[in-house]
């Protein structure tokens, strides 16, 4: 099991993230982000399916702020997708706990979300490789709570995220373009 981290001030963090995710990317790959708008701490998969939805990224993207997909409907969800999407390859995206000092992290892992987890539930883990930021102290006994975790934290997570997904995905498939165009030659 390998990751890379970085945290998401970091100026250049989104390159290294997408030069990890473009080995896991093809057109068999789908986004699946798991959490819920209606706790801060939670919307960061929702806010990056969003956000890629936004800037039309070309695989499909599962869970978003007007359809997310979270503990109540996981099962569910995962069903329906397995069926549209037979052997896909699945990037699972959620929001985690950790140490103190590992708020505003993001992880990208070549092994799957446990959503729920940190929170004390028992769900199935989602995805072949994962990307996690972490929100909040795993420390605190109210997790998730929102006089921990400010939005902008969320919202700039999210945005890492989503840069990292769009560049591995020209890195990934410019350099199949590439290759296509030098063997015809």
């Known amino acids: ?19 990890f995710i473009k080995d896991h990317l093809d057109d068999n790959t789908i986004i ?26 070309p695989l499909p993207v599962y869970g978003t702020i007007s359809e997310p997909i979270h503990a109540l409907n996981l099962e569910a969800r995962l069903a329906e997708i397995k069926l549209a999407h037979p052997n896909c390859k699945i ?8 140490p103190f000092s590992s708020i505003g992290e993001i992880q990208v892992r070549n092994y799957p979300i446990n959503p729920g987890k940190g929170v004390g539930k028992i769900l199935p883990p989602v995805g072949d ?5 972490i ?11 929102t006089r921990n975790i ?12 989503t ?6 995905y020209y890195l990934s498939f410019q350099h199949k373009e590439v290759s296509a165009i030098e063997e015809a030659k």
């Open 1 to 19: 099991m390998s990751k890379i981290k970085t945290h998401y001030k970091e100026p250049l963090g989104y390159y290294n993230l997408a030069h």
């Open 32 to 57: 699946v982000c798991i959490g819920t708008d209606r706790c801060i701490g939670d919307c960061l998969g929702p806010l990056v399916g969003t956000y890629l939805k936004e800037r039309f990224f």
């Open 91 to 98: 990037i699972g995206i959620d929001a985690c706990l950790g």
């Open 129 to 133: 490789i994962s990307i996690i930021g």
């Open 135 to 145: 929100v909040d102290s795993s420390d605190d006994d109210e997790p998730f709570t």
């Open 150 to 161: 400010r939005l902008n934290l969320i919202v700039q997570l999210s945005k890492v995220i």
């Open 163 to 168: 840069h990292s997904l769009m560049h591995a």
